[in-house]
């Protein structure tokens, strides 16, 4: 079997609770495990612990050969956590990254977990990892000090750690780590330890190089679609084209005689022609004539599902998000009110690694190679699929090529199951990029109606925002989740927007969609702030004022948020004259423990065509962990962002997905990429999230740009270049607020 030292991981573990990754995110104090390692079933994490190997905690091993290696708890999908989580214990061991290879946890929430699930996504790794990190860190390197004070004859406070080597100045002793290896392990493990001050972080706030990048460099990096076991084969699949479709009939004769096809499997929905390797599945695949069965959703639609949600929204039961005031008597008392509805489309995750899982399914065990988000759920579910207990299935978790939450689903893992255990030997089944695309569990639409009155001033007095959406939450809960109950996720970035706002009704409205959905990249936040953020702009313009301005006397009590806004502003230039044509816009969020601020500078031209001439981004997201991977999170997270306001949106026709590779659901070039420039505010809170703070922004800031340059408020994503052609020229920023208002608004004078 081919496999990487880096990414190896095997040890059976426990099943998690239900996979409530909301719950998770919520969740909030000493959030791992952090059980010191002992007993369970023999798997590479163990493996090292043998012979004298110094395995103090779930996270830390150091060989007797000085050897060291961190088990990183959460999954590594290119946003640096195998790094910035390396630093949390490195700090504390004193070690250098140099110094250390890393290896993925294997599925144990009994270890790993946080609030109850083994889970990466919602911008949670380091805000969960912190303290445990560099607790196990300090402990470890506590007890490797008392083993050498005691072999030694010193006083153990005389002896300093520093790059895995222990010094005795009075004596002039000095050994690495290896050399205690065995002594260490046969201390107890201290219950309290000692945390560094940030000001003697050594490795913590240093741009420090991604630990990973060597292997990515030389290709030796494994990710899951690169795994090759011994006998394994490959097979390609055609899924039913409509949701819900199952296999009707199947004419496999001509695939059977080509060469290199070994098998054809079935399941209800779908069909696997496996071959010695993927170009002879392929060419079987095309040989079969399949006849499917649609079902009773072959008549979905985008029309009759946004009919539902307007629908829903006007007549289904709200749920509270949030409560505070007299809303009604406040809007009737208001000076000015402003209403207006903004439409969010179903979202695809389109990682750059479609969806491949290789298993071997046996009778008495089941071996899974794949990059998974959650390794426990994956375990489960394999476990479901083939008859057999958790404790008998091993997932070998690898690196992920973009996860942006598609692999927080298992869906894909038990459908390869399904296949994998009608034969005997190792199976690998292998997505194409359409089906990644189509077969997705899509980011669900979203329907939004907001309103604000107004004082003399242009300030809200009252504030209401209702979202209208099928529930994410409901997919992952075990029992569902009950009617009347809130789905926080709907109105997370909605309920607290980072704006003194005190007289305000947030609430919900439960309409499922006929498709599965799932989190995607900046979850809550990422709908919610697009809304807040525009229509805090319309509120602005509807003032006459800048909305810099407008938003900074908002924000009283919220100095972080407040200095993100300022610091943005003033790197952007705001307020200085840009080319006719041209914008700028803003959007500031408070989401997952960290405060941004994102410029978007932009051109429109004659035809609709968006230019976006430059970005700058602000953020306070506590201590900086490493500056490197914040500005790489926020370049990131921000094209992401801009690549689904400008590009993206799933529809449907006849039951099927309209969409199916980047051309018609393409991403931003390179060259659409302008300059870019990141901001990083010193602090001393605790580090906030990171992946998903600047894709929350990058809509907002967009559209206010839009509006900036144009005169024109587009509230449906993706924006519509239609909708910003002229004839005769471009349009142009110079139209005064009030004739730009009354193009583009809904307000209602009083």
């Known amino acids: 079997m081919t496999n990487h030292p880096s990414i190896r991981s095997g040890l059976a573990g426990t099943l998690p609770p239900a996979a409530t990754r909301r719950g998770f995110l919520q969740a909030s104090g000493l959030l791992l495990g952090f059980l010191w390692l002992g007993g369970g079933k023999a798997g590479a994490v163990e493996a090292l612990a043998a012979g004298g190997t110094f395995a103090p905690n779930a996270f830390i091993r150091v060989a007797a050969d000085g050897s060291i290696t961190f088990i990183i708890p959460n999954t590594e999908m290119g946003q640096g956590i195998y790094t910035a989580e390396a630093m949390l214990i490195a700090e504390e061991l004193e070690v250098g990254l140099d110094q250390i290879q890393v290896m993925p946890a294997p599925p144990n929430a009994k270890l790993y977990a946080a609030k109850g699930s083994q889970i990466t996504g919602g911008s949670t790794s380091i805000r969960n990892t912190w303290t445990p990190l560099r607790r196990a860190g300090a402990a470890a390197r506590t007890m490797l000090i008392a083993a050498a004070a005691a072999q030694w ?11 895995a080597v222990i010094t005795h100045a009075p004596t002039g002793r000095s050994l690495s780590y290896g050399a205690f290896a065995d002594a260490a392990g046969r201390l107890p493990v201290p219950g309290d330890v000692a945390l560094k001050s940030p000001k003697d972080f050594k490795l913590i706030g240093t741009p420090a190089r991604r630990v990973e990048t060597p292997s990515k460099v030389d290709g030796s990096a494994l990710f899951g679609i690169d795994v090759k076991v011994d006998g394994m084969k490959t097979a390609a699949i055609e899924i039913s084209p409509v949701f819900g479709g199952k296999l009707k009939s199947l004419d496999d004769s001509a695939a059977r005689a080509m060469p290199g096809v070994v098998d054809i499997l079935k399941i209800d929905d779908a069909v696997a022609v496996v071959g010695d390797h993927y170009w002879a599945a392929r060419q079987g ?72 899982t290789l298993v071997h399914v046996r009778p008495d ?20 699929e083939a008859g057999l207990k958790p404790e008998q299935v091993t997932i070998h978790n690898y690196l992920i090529g973009g996860g942006f939450g598609r692999r ?31 077969f997705d569990r899509f980011r669900p639409a979203y329907y939004d109606r907001i309103s604000a009155g107004l004082d003399a001033g242009g300030k809200p007095v009252a504030w209401t925002h209702r979202v209208t959406s099928g529930s994410v939450l409901a997919s992952f809960l075990p029992t569902g989740l009950p009617a009347g109950k809130l789905d ?11 704006y003194d706002l005190p007289v305000i009704r947030v609430d919900w409205i439960r309409k499922d969609p006929p498709i ?34 407008y938003r900074r006397a908002l924000l009283t009590g919220n100095h972080r948020a407040l200095g993100v806004l300022d610091l943005a502003a003033e790197k952007a230039g705001w307020g200085t004259p840009l080319p006719a044509g041209s914008g700028r816009g803003i959007a500031l969020h408070d989401s ?80 659409e990429v302008p300059p870019f420039e990141t901001y990083i505010v010193e602090s001393h809170a605790d580090p906030g999230g990171l992946g998903e703070t600047a894709t929350a922004a990058a809509a907002p800031a967009l559209g206010n740009a839009i509006f900036a340059a144009t005169g024109r408020r587009l509230r449906r994503l993706p924006f519509d270049r239609d909708e910003l052609r002229t004839t005769g020229g471009g349009r142009t920023a110079s139209l005064s607020l009030s004739a730009a208002y009354a193009a583009t608004s809904s307000s209602v004078d009083r």
């Open 153 to 163: 004859g010193v006083d153990a406070g005389e002896c300093r750690a520093a790059r």
């Open 285 to 356: 695949l095309a040989a079969l004539k399949i006849e499917w069965e649609p079902g009773d959703k072959a008549s979905i639609s985008s029309a009759g599902i946004w009919d539902d949600l307007r629908q829903a929204s006007q007549a289904g039961t709200p749920i509270e998000g949030r409560a505070e005031g007299d809303v009604e008597a406040a809007m009737k008392a208001a000076a000015r009110t402003v209403e207006a509805t903004y439409e969010l489309p179903f979202l695809a995750h389109a990682t750059m690694e479609p969806i491949n």
């Open 365 to 384: 065990a089941c071996e899974i190679w794949v990059g998974t988000q959650v390794p426990v759920s994956a375990q489960a579910a394999a476990a479901a």
């Open 408 to 438: 927080l689903a298992v869906d894909t893992i038990q459908q390869a199951v399904a296949f994998a255990k009608q034969v005997g030997y190792p199976l690998k089944i292998i997505w194409t990029r359409e089906q990644d695309i189509r």
């Open 488 to 498: 926080n996720d709907t109105v997370e970035g909605a309920a607290r927007p980072p």
């Open 516 to 549: 599965a959905v799932n989190w995607w990249r900046g979850v809550g936040p990422t709908h919610n702030v697009f809304v807040v953020e525009s229509f805090i702009d319309e509120l602005a313009h509807t003032a006459g004022k800048d909305p810099v301005d």
């Open 592 to 671: 997952f423990g960290s405060h941004t601020a994102l410029v978007v500078e932009l051109a429109v031209a004659p035809s609709g065509e968006i230019r976006l001439t430059r970005l700058v981004a602000a953020i306070d997201c506590g201590i900086n962990v490493n500056p490197d991977t914040i500005r790489a999170q926020l370049q990131g997270g921000a094209v992401f962002g801009l690549s689904a306001a400008l590009y993206n949106g799933i529809t449907f026709s006849g039951g099927r997905v309209d969409q199916g590779n980047f051309n018609d659901y393409r991403q931003m070039r390179i060259n």
